[in-house]
């Protein structure tokens, strides 16, 4: 979210002066907010906070191709350009090894 440094802050006293009814319906009117609505012909869009259990997830899993390694300390496939270091013959990516 795009934050505006322009725009005047509130003081100490303003906050204060903030009722609870106000501070509540700010929190809903932002959660309202966040709700992606690029939805795709046929697609359902699903509410924060649903009842996902009874959902299946199908994917694809791609097998780790001959080049990339897996990290031993994230334990994340990256390619072998990503490879920092070996330590005791166990790769370790870029992220970790900074």
Do not use: W
Not at 25 to 49: F, H, M, N, Q, T
Not at 70 to 92: D, M
Request: with cysteine.
């Amino acid at each position: 979210m795009a934050t505006d440094y322009d725009s005047p802050r509130k003081t100490d006293d303003d906050l204060n002066e903030d009722s609870l009814q106000e501070l509540q319906a700010r929190r809903a009117d932002k959660a309202a907010s966040i709700i992606d609505e690029d939805l795709d012909a046929g697609e359902v869009a699903e509410l924060p906070g649903a009842d996902l259990s009874n959902e299946e997830l199908t994917f694809r899993v791609v097998p780790r191709q001959a080049d990339e390694f897996t990290c031993s300390r994230c334990f994340l496939v990256h390619h072998r350009s990503q490879l920092a270091k070996e330590k005791n013959g166990q790769p370790i990516c870029r992220e970790c090894a900074a």
